[in-house]
């Protein structure tokens, strides 16, 4: 019996179909981890995660992109099939489906190993690895079983246990991708996220700038007007939503304060480096606060108060 040609068509659906599946389950996993991660914080992780700064974003819209295109073109694949049962037997089938089982055997196999290696070295085995270890081992099971099922007629044979499974992978990413607006929030929520960010990262544009203007002068600015003097110190950036000025206020010699507007509580870190042993946060008596809340901030308006030290700050010659 001759066997079956494989068409450009089938070709180029079936490998339509695994580049979706395979970076939808990608997605997925890693959409679970960031979750993981923001649950339980890594202690020796410097910086706290920051959801708006994750793959978070990018992992919820691959699913909400790839997986409906994922079941539609296995939908056409299968109709095409029951049209023409050769459709069964062409190579690019049995090539995508073995694979599929060989690199699910891989993962389950090298995730079974990394727990193993882990226990024998003595390590300290945390709730966040082990989540990890088994999101790992459940969808690469998962994927073995519905796959050597699909190689060997078991869906075809109960049809509607196949859209049972289909309902509850619908049912997963709703859950997975909904999960993500409560840590994300919604995209306008990013949005004001994303100018609260700016905001801190313009007032450390401010902050270089007066202690720059202290280093040339030796005394702070009167006004944050000062600091427009000099082409030195570049154009001051204003808030990015209303365009007006940060406030700036000098407290003394010494000490100076700097304002905005946010939008909401801060989360997380916005990615920037704060060298405090220059400038330093004072707080009630005299104490400094950690670093990684050094530009945390209320909603609302929101004042940094700064106390240069002059031994980091010599004059300029």
Known sequence: MEKPKTTPKDFFLWAGAMVAFYWSVIAFVLLTFDYINYAFPNALTYFPVDPYQSGISYEMASIIVLLPLFLLLMWIIRRDAELDSSRHEIWVRRWALLLTLFVAGVAMAGDLITLLTMFLNGEELTTAFLLKILIIFLVAAGVFIHFIAELRGY?????????????????????????????????QQARQARFDAQRVNDLQIIQSQVTEYYRAKQKLPAAISDLYSSLSYGPLPVDPQTNESYKYEANGKLAFKLCATFNAVSRGTHGVYVDTRAVQTVIGKGLEVAQDNYWQHESGEVCFDRTIDPAFYSPLK
């Open 155 to 187: 869906w075809d044979a109960f049809p509607a246990r196949k859209q049972a499974v289909r309902v509850g992978v619908a049912v997963l990413a709703v859950v997975a991708i909904g999960s993500g607006f409560f840590i994300v929030g919604t995209p």
